[in-house]
């Protein structure tokens, strides 16, 4: 059916995988996940142990020369901005189509262009989900039409903010009431907050761009999940959007909806029609 392959195996891949046990009509031909070498015999262990149905073939490595070897269809990167930057350029210059999930290492203008050469030299496609936000659909639309305003505002409870720049600003764990700890634009978001903010980094590559999209970062203990809210004006429409995410389990940080943003990027691929 496909030959699948992920570079991480933290919280959005384990998760994804769970979901592609419980919703694949058919198994996977292969599944290749690549893992930082300390991981790879636990990583081994519970491919064997929870995935044994997904796909006909299993196997974990430590490079990307190992895992091109199995020459996937389709790799899903989730792992973080790093590795965007170290292996990406290879794997699509080998002609593998990607899902990439890290989206705001794209923020680096030069990386960005490098991985669309890639694509291009390899005949492959960088695909870039919708992720934890949505109307992306309608943003790029509009985009094509120029004249767009963004302005974007990212809510989550305070312990979703710690271990970034805003524990500088806030005493998070004693955080009384709602806090904006930054304001400015979405490639300063993107790269100050590469765990946090790859939402401003796609609907800025969506719609106005990384310096005219305006961002807001706020830490709130009554937020009730991660919460994405958006306003667009274009000269052909307007519209504004707010989301109420449920964090996920393994990584308060990452909004559960990711994952199944990119089921959804997989499912669209192998089946006979794509919403
Ligand atoms: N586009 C979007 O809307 C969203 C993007 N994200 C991004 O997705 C990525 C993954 O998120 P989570 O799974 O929640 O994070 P996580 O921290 O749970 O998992 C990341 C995994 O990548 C692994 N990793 C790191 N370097 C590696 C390397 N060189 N080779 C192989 N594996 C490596 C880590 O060991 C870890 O297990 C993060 O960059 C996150 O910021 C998260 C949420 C929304
Ligand atoms: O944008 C990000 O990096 C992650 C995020 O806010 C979410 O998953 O809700």
Redesign the pocket.
Known sequence: MMDLAL???????T?LLLLLNDTLDAPLDSLTV???PE?AEDTEARLERDFAGLAAARQVV?SVPALLEARPDLLI???????VK??LPEVLRSGVDTIL?????LADDGLHADLRAAAREGDARLIL?????GGIDLLSALGAAGGLEVTYRGTKPPKAWSGTPAEEALDLDHLGERAIFFTGNAREAATAY???A??A??LALAGAGFEATRVELVADPAAPGNMHEYEVSSPLARYSMRIENLP?A??A???VS?VY?VLREIRNRIGPSAI
């Open positions: 570079i991480g195996f933290g919280n959005i891949a998760t690549m893992v930082l991981f430590t990167e989730c792992a973080g901005h790093a590795v170290a292996h999930v890290s989206i705001g290492a989900p919708a992720g934890a936000v590469p765990k946090n790859n939402v980094a796609t996920s393994g990584n940080k990452t909004s990711t943003s």
